[in-house]
C-alpha cells in the first residue's frame, strides 16, 4: 500500500501499532521520532522504518500521522506541529492526525491545533495489538475522507479487531479493552497464585492459567454461547467448579471487576478534563 505514515511516539502502543502497519505498508513508509532518538532508531531498525529529525518534519511527512505519546504530553507536540498541519491543511493536502491518548477528545485534539477543519481520528487501541490479537475502537471526525478512512482501516485490521463507535464510547473502550489486558493479567496471576498453592510448580501453574483464559475466551467468541451458558458445561453440580465459584462470589469479584471497569472509566473522563 502507497502510503506514508508518521509515529510520533516510540513506546509500546506506537512500536505494536506500526509492527502491524509495516505488514500492508512496509516499513520504508513509515517514520518514527521519540523524545529518546535511540528509541525510535531501534524501533525504526526493527521494522526497516527511519526516523525523522523532529515533530514537525513527522507532521509534515506522513498521509496518517499517529500520536502515540502520553496524554498529558500531547497539547505540548499537538501545538509543536500545528503550523506544519495548518500549512498542509491550507494547501489542500492535509495529513490524517491519529490519536490513541485515553480521554483525549477529538474537540480537544482541533482546539488545541486551532483548526476545526483539521481532519483527525481518535482511537483507543491495546497491546495485544503486537500480536496482532488487539481490540481498536476509533472515531473519525468530519472531514476524513471515507476512503482514507477506509485504508486505515484495513492499516489497523493488521493488528487485531477494528470497531468503529460514536466518540462517546471511548472511554468506556478504554477502560474495558484499553487498560483490560492488564485486569486479564493480574487475573492470570490470581490463578497461577492458587494452583502454586495447590501445589503446582509455578512456571506450570502459570502456563496452565494463561492457556485456560485464552481457551475459556477463544470459546466465547467461537462457539457463540454465552458466558453463563459456557459456566454451566463446566460446572457439575456438587462439583469443584461450584465450589470455586462460590469462593469468587464470597470475594466479590464481578463487582471488584467491574468496579476496575468503571475506575479507569473515570480516569479516562478525568485526563479528558486535563486536570
Ligand atoms: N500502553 C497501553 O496499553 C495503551 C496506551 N494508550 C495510549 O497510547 C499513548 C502512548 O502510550 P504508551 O505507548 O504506553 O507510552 P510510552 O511511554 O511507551 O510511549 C510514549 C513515547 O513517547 C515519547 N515521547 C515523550 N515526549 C515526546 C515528544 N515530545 N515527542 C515525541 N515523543 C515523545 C516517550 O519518550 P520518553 O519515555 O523518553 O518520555 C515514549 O517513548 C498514550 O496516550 C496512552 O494513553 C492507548 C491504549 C493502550
Ligand atoms: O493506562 C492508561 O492510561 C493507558 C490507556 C489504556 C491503557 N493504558
Known amino acids: 500500500m502507497d502510503i506514508r505514515i508518521s509515529c510520533i511516539g516510540s513506546g509500546n502502543m506506537g512500536g505494536a501499532l506500526m509492527r502491524g502497519a509495516a505488514k500492508i505498508t512496509g516499513g520504508k513508509n513509515i517514520t518514527f521520532t521519540d523524545a529518546d532518538t535511540a528509541k525510535a532508531e531501534t524501533l525504526a531498525r526493527d521494522l526497516g522504518a527511519s526516523v525523522l ?3 514537525s518534519e513527522a507532521a509534515r511527512y506522513g498521509d496518517y500521522i499517529f500520536l502515540a505519546v502520553k496524554p498529558q504530553i500531547l497539547p505540548g507536540v499537538l501545538k509543536e506541529i500545528a503550523p506544519v498541519l495548518r500549512e498542509r491543511f491550507d494547501a489542500g493536502n492535509p495529513g490524517i492526525v491519529v490519536s490513541m491518548a485515553a480521554g483525549f477528545t477529538i474537540g480537544a485534539i482541533l482546539s488545541e491545533l486551532a483548526n476545526p477543519g483539521q481532519p483527525a481520528v481518535r482511537m483507543m487501541p491495546n497491546t495485544p495489538a503486537l500480536i496482532a490479537r488487539g481490540v481498536i475502537a476509533y472515531t473519525p471526525s468530519q472531514g476524513v475522507p471515507d476512503t482514507a478512512l477506509a485504508r486505515l482501516n484495513e492499516i489497523l485490521s493488521e493488528t487485531g479487531i477494528v470497531d468503529r463507535v460514536p466518540e462517546e464510547y471511548l472511554d468506556g473502550v478504554t477502560a474495558l479493552s484499553g487498560s483490560g489486558p ?7 496471576e490470581a490463578l497461577a497464585e492458587g494452583g502454586v498453592r495447590a501445589g503446582l510448580p509455578r512456571e506450570l501453574a502459570l502456563k496452565h492459567a494463561a492457556q485456560t483464559v485464552l481457551g475459556a475466551a477463544a470459546m ?3 462457539t ?10 463446566v460446572a457439575s453440580p456438587g462439583g469443584t467448579t461450584l465450589a470455586g465459584i462460590g469462593a469468587l462470589e464470597k470475594g466479590g469479584f464481578t463487582d471488584t471487576a467491574a468496579a476496575a471497569v468503571d475506575a479507569a472509566f473515570r480516569r ?7 486536570e
Not at 492488564?182 to 492470570?188: G, H, K, V
Not at 457463540?224 to 458445561?233: D, H, I, N, S
Open 53 to 55: 529529525r523532529d515533530n
Open 182 to 188: 492488564a485486569f486479564t493479567y493480574m487475573f492470570i
Open 220 to 222: 466465547v467468541q467461537e
Open 268 to 274: 479516562a473522563g478525568e485526563l479528558g478534563r486535563r
Open 224 to 233: 457463540g454461547r454465552t458466558p453463563e451458558e459456557l459456566t454451566a458445561m
